[in-house]
């Protein structure tokens, strides 16, 4: 008997994390992937469905210029019910916490169709940080049959919440599944002037990320004043800033910090370029939570542009520090970084905390032995 399995992905953290585990589901006889894509980030999703290859069987294509939660619930609970009823799956995987993947499961929920979360038991314990993602994720757990946290401490999340440990199954992440396999390819950066930059070893590069809804306003203009100060106080280190098109990201970066001869604000690279730029960064400051799990790999110091993190263990470890968008605790810990060798290498170390490249062949397994065919 062979399989149907629902794969949801909407933005380009899912597809990051979900290309291992389509991958590895195509090389079993008795799974059918069925990938259906929200569409719920457009151009950013689909550079990433390039870059792996992601034959994507249905696009709900969703996106519409500054959406709003409820359009992308209705859209995607739309869409996806529809899809549901029509091929009746086995299972439908989700990954991790954006609103897409909450959708899918719970379509699939109301149908009685098994979930399995890939990256669950993450926690911040406040549902506001990150906004919606902390719901997103608590409610995904709620209702999945089969739970993947990456670590202990999220195993540790669901045990606290009553999930019955019979579900869950540390896997590690995905996400450095995916890593491990862009590294290996060792490719240039595919942008010819952004290549010939970074490839200057003299050069000390800062990569920064930062979109997170929770920040918009007054957090994220004072993150701006921050970085402009450090860009002046520093002016042999070269900022760079892929920003997000989110006008209220883009919109706000572009006025603070235009026109400053050591800050480059491209658009969002393709996956692959930026795991390029992460490997020739000297420090990350990011709100991402995929960065937080990947740059340690690389042995990349990040801060961390929020006041909570669902990912505690890069900061127990030491390759993390917590800034939030405060101006005052990224001067100084940007600082200690660029003035304090001996931090430096402290912090800069290469270390395998969410997973060793192997997450999605233990989670396709569960899944066959969850259907019997194992």
């Given at each position: 008997m062979t399989h149907k399995i629902f794969l949801i992905i909407g933005t380009r953290p899912d597809a990051i994390k979900m290309a291992p585990v389509i991958r590895e589901i195509k090389m079993q006889s008795v799974l059918e992937p069925i990938v259906v894509a929200t569409a719920q980030h457009r151009e950013m999703l689909d550079q990433v469905l390039k870059v792996f290859d992601i034959k994507v069987d249905y696009d709900l294509n969703i996106m519409r210029s500054n959406q709003s939660l409820d359009n992308i619930t209705i859209s995607a609970l739309d869409g996806i019910a529809k899809l549901l009823d029509k091929y009746k799956p086995s299972m439908t995987v989700v990954q991790g916490d954006t609103t897409s993947s909450f959708v899918g499961g719970l379509a699939s929920f109301y149908?009685?169709?098994?979930?399995?979360?890939?990256?669950?038991?993450?926690?911040?314990?406040?549902?506001?940080?990150?906004?919606?993602?902390?719901?997103?994720?608590?409610?995904?757990?709620?209702?999945?049959?089969?739970?993947?946290?990456?670590?202990?401490?999220?195993?540790?999340?669901?045990?606290?919440?009553?999930?019955?440990?019979?579900?869950?199954?540390?896997?590690?992440?995905?996400?450095?599944?995916?890593?491990?396999?862009?590294?290996?390819?060792?490719?240039?950066?595919?942008?010819?002037?952004?290549?010939?930059?970074?490839?200057?070893?003299?050069?000390?590069?800062?990569?920064?990320?930062?979109?997170?809804?929770?920040?918009?306003?007054?957090?994220?203009l004072e993150f701006i004043a921050a970085i402009r100060e450090l860009s002046k106080g520093f002016p042999d280190v070269l900022i760079i800033y892929p920003v997000h098109l989110n006008p209220n990201v883009d919109d706000p970066v572009r006025s603070g910090l235009s026109g400053i001869d050591n800050i480059l604000l491209p658009k969002p690279l393709g996956y692959a370029d930026f795991v390029t730029l992460m490997n020739r960064a000297y420090f990350i400051l990011t709100d991402s939570g995929g960065i937080q799990e990947e740059a340690p790999v690389l042995g990349k110091?990040?801060?961390?542009?929020?006041?909570?993190?669902?990912?505690?263990?890069?900061?127990?470890?030491?390759?993390?520090?917590?800034?939030?968008?405060?101006?005052?605790?990224?001067?100084?810990?940007?600082?200690?970084?660029?003035?304090?060798?001996?931090?430096?290498?402290?912090?800069?170390?290469?270390?395998f905390i969410y997973g060793d490249g192997k997450a999605s062949k233990r989670i396709v397994k569960k899944i066959m032995k969850y259907l019997g065919d194992s």
């Amino acid at each position: 008997m062979t399989h149907k399995i629902f794969l949801i992905i909407g933005t380009r953290p899912d597809a990051i994390k979900m290309a291992p585990v389509i991958r590895e589901i195509k090389m079993q006889s008795v799974l059918e992937p069925i990938v259906v894509a929200t569409a719920q980030h457009r151009e950013m999703l689909d550079q990433v469905l390039k870059v792996f290859d992601i034959k994507v069987d249905y696009d709900l294509n969703i996106m519409r210029s500054n959406q709003s939660l409820d359009n992308i619930t209705i859209s995607a609970l739309d869409g996806i019910a529809k899809l549901l009823d029509k091929y009746k799956p086995s299972m439908t995987v989700v990954q991790g916490d954006t609103t897409s993947s909450f959708v899918g499961g719970l379509a699939s929920f109301y149908r009685k169709i098994p979930i399995a979360h890939v990256e669950a038991g993450l926690r911040t314990n406040d549902l506001f940080h990150p906004f919606p993602e902390e719901a997103n994720r608590r409610l995904l757990d709620a209702i999945s049959q089969l739970l993947f946290p990456p670590t202990k401490i999220a195993l540790q999340n669901l045990q606290a919440e009553n999930v019955p440990i019979e579900k869950c199954f540390i896997t590690g992440n995905t996400a450095i599944d995916s890593l491990m396999w862009i590294i290996n390819q060792k490719k240039p950066i595919s942008i010819p002037e952004l290549e010939k930059i970074t490839s200057d070893k003299s050069k000390r590069i800062i990569v920064i990320t930062a979109h997170r809804r929770e920040s918009f306003g007054a957090p994220f203009l004072e993150f701006i004043a921050a970085i402009r100060e450090l860009s002046k106080g520093f002016p042999d280190v070269l900022i760079i800033y892929p920003v997000h098109l989110n006008p209220n990201v883009d919109d706000p970066v572009r006025s603070g910090l235009s026109g400053i001869d050591n800050i480059l604000l491209p658009k969002p690279l393709g996956y692959a370029d930026f795991v390029t730029l992460m490997n020739r960064a000297y420090f990350i400051l990011t709100d991402s939570g995929g960065i937080q799990e990947e740059a340690p790999v690389l042995g990349k110091p990040v801060l961390v542009l929020r006041d909570v993190t669902e990912r505690p263990e890069a900061v127990e470890a030491g390759a993390a520090k917590i800034v939030g968008m405060h101006r005052d605790k990224i001067l100084v810990e940007s600082r200690k970084l660029l003035l304090d060798d001996q931090e430096y290498r402290k912090i800069a170390q290469k270390r395998f905390i969410y997973g060793d490249g192997k997450a999605s062949k233990r989670i396709v397994k569960k899944i066959m032995k969850y259907l019997g065919d194992s």
